[in-house]
């Protein structure tokens, strides 16, 4: 199992050199093209027709890594992940995050397999996978971190797009002013949805698409109120005013929560490493008695049991410190 294990790694870190190599390779071809029209010397190619001019919009590599992507089409996953890294702002393909779980699994698998007994390498399947996850947990961290410093500069914007609009702007103009006024990731999505609009978008789709890459309340109050207000009319100005207020009240409420649910959390985290502490405290002084749970078929079971319970303990914690606002 181990050496086939191995032969996959090898192949993939091959492939995956070969890649870079070719890669490298085209890219100094263009340069130096660049290098010889920059100098006058490049010769005259006859211009072949071609089926369609240039995308404007950045599109998927369907040929870099054609069967994660298969794999992924088939289950519906690429546009959730492709989603996913849009709205954390990396400019990753989804094959490249695929190929990072893959190889964080890989490498998982190997560690664990070479430390534990020959009897308990088929465990290392649980702390491999949750190595695989670990290039998708922090595309998610991102995403959250992204969101929330987009809900602290969004009250900020609505005033300011309000006093834009009373200096005798137009809302459009507002819009593409943000970007020079305030800082990412506001900046890139209110510039994204005012260029969408000034190339042909109705202003109604380029918001409701900015509702979509930024999944906020908040963000949703704003493009409801300015498509209510362009259909039945009223003062947007004020309108934007006192929503960026109740976002900031939003604010306050959320920190008094924050602050009343964390001796809740705290306990939660106690509650769920004691049982850890108590293990390594045992294994010190009493190690035939936690050796009973590895070498025993019934402590087999029991840990098992005893590590899903700790699991859903936690779980139900949080959830009960958990309050949305």
Not at 132 to 150: D, E, N, Q, Y
Not at 169 to 180: C, N, P
Request: aromatic share 10%.
């Amino acid at each position: 199992m181990g050496f086939f294990i191995m032969i996959a790694i090898a192949v993939w870190v091959g492939s995956m050199v070969v890649w870079y190599l070719v890669s490298n390779l085209l890219k100094s071809k263009d340069v130096d093209k660049i290098k010889s029209r920059l100098a006058g010397k490049e010769p005259k190619v006859k211009l072949k027709k071609k089926d369609g001019g240039p995308a404007l919009i950045r599109s998927e590599d369907l040929q870099t890594g054609k069967f994660a992507l298969r794999i992924l089409k088939k289950f519906d996953l690429q546009p959730k992940l492709q989603t996913m890294l849009e709205q954390a702002g990396l400019k990753w393909r989804v094959a490249r995050l695929i190929h990072a779980c893959l190889a964080c699994f890989l490498i998982g698998y190997l560690c664990v397999h070479f430390f534990l007994p020959p009897k308990f390498r088929v465990l290392g399947l649980i702390p491999a996978v949750l190595c695989g996850l670990l290039p998708i947990l922090h595309v998610s961290r991102t995403k959250a971190s992204r969101l929330h410093r987009f809900e602290e500069l969004f009250p900020d914007s609505l005033e300011f797009v309000s006093r834009s609009m009373r200096a005798g702007h137009a809302f459009s103009v507002s819009l593409e002013m943000i970007h020079r006024e305030f800082q990412e990731p506001l900046a890139s999505e209110f510039k994204r949805a005012f260029e969408e609009h000034n190339l042909g978008l109705p202003l109604d789709v380029a918001l409701e698409k900015l509702a979509k890459r930024v999944p906020l309340l908040d963000v949703q109050f704003f493009v409801s109120a300015v498509l209510l207000q362009k259909r039945t009319g009223g003062n947007l100005a004020e309108i934007l005013d006192k929503l960026a207020g109740i976002i900031r009240e939003r604010f306050k409420l959320r920190g008094k929560i924050r602050s009343i649910s964390a001796h809740g959390k705290m306990t939660g985290t106690a509650l769920s490493s004691i049982p850890i502490v108590v293990s390594v405290l045992m294994y010190f002084s009493n190690r035939d008695y936690i050796l009973f749970f590895f070498n025993d078929e019934l402590g087999n079971y029991m840990i098992v049991a005893g590590i899903a319970l700790q699991l859903l303990g936690y779980w139900i914690i949080q959830q009960i410190v958990k309050i949305e606002v």
